[in-house]
């Protein structure tokens, strides 16, 4: 069955550093979205991307975050620099269209130290 | 969110009870989704339910959807320690995109 990779599973990292995390969609999904859930709450979009074009990106907090995805498939969410209330799991999801059920990745655990 | 509310926020059972699990919204739902999460990991997609009336089950969990659309339940029939987990709503509200706006969750605990 096929499923949302995401790596790594665990980064711990001090604040003021660059962070990095990679989300490889199933095969074909256009849609992706990256949320981030803060420990006891439900998740919250990040970014969603329609192929390669970000087409929502309102919550992501641009002055330190960036995401991209390039070539329309895996995708990059990048933290620099990382901040304590950056603690977190980031969770990477992906469709096959607008509106489909989106599928989760295992997440990104991430601890700013 | 604020949008959905999820009640009880946990619950712990015996294994064998049955269990009700809530989701209400202010706003219509478009599209109603649960998942369930085991405490570190990913969301697992359960059921998805868009009709005002509708309900689906699968296996021992099933889900509906009420009439006017801004409310949901997930019932547990026979609760088993591998129903341990959190319950996520997760709700399309139609704001213009695919975003799903989920509550706070509810922790489910089943005592064997």
């Known amino acids: 069955e096929a499923e949302v990779a995401q790596s790594p599973r665990y980064k711990i990292t001090e604040k003021s550093q660059a962070v990095a995390f990679w989300c490889d969609p199933i095969?074909?999904?256009?849609?992706l979205y990256w949320y981030r859930q803060i420990l006891g709450q439900g998740p919250e979009l990040l970014v969603q991307?329609?192929?390669?074009?970000?087409?929502?990106d309102s919550q992501l907090p641009k002055d330190r975050f960036s995401a991209e995805r390039l070539k329309g498939v895996d995708s990059t969410l990048k933290i620099q620099p990382a901040e304590l209330g950056d603690s977190a799991m980031y969770l990477c999801?992906?469709?096959?269209?607008?509106?489909?059920?989106?599928?989760f990745g295992p997440g990104t655990r991430l601890l700013v130290l | 969110s604020q949008e959905l509310e999820q009640s009880p926020q946990s619950l712990i059972v015996q294994e064998g009870k049955n269990l009700t699990i809530n989701c209400t919204s202010s706003?219509?739902?478009?599209?109603l989704y649960w998942y369930k999460q085991k405490y570190g990991e990913g969301l697992i997609f359960l059921m998805m339910?868009?009709?005002?009336?509708e309900e689906k089950s699968h296996e021992k969990i099933t889900a509906k959807l009420d009439e006017k659309k801004q409310q949901s339940s997930l019932h547990i029939t026979a609760s088993q320690p591998s129903h341990a987990g959190i319950y996520l709503c997760?709700?399309?509200?139609?704001?213009?995109?695919?975003?799903?706006?989920f509550g706070t969750g509810t922790r489910l605990t089943v005592i064997p």
């Open positions: 999801a992906s469709s096959p269209g607008l509106p489909e059920t989106q599928y």
């Open positions: 095969s074909g999904h256009a849609t």
């Open positions: 991307f329609q192929d390669e074009s970000v087409v929502d």
């Open positions: 706003k219509t739902l478009y599209g």
């Open positions: 339910l868009q009709k005002g009336g």
């Open positions: 997760g709700a399309d509200l139609l704001t213009g995109a695919n975003n799903l706006f």
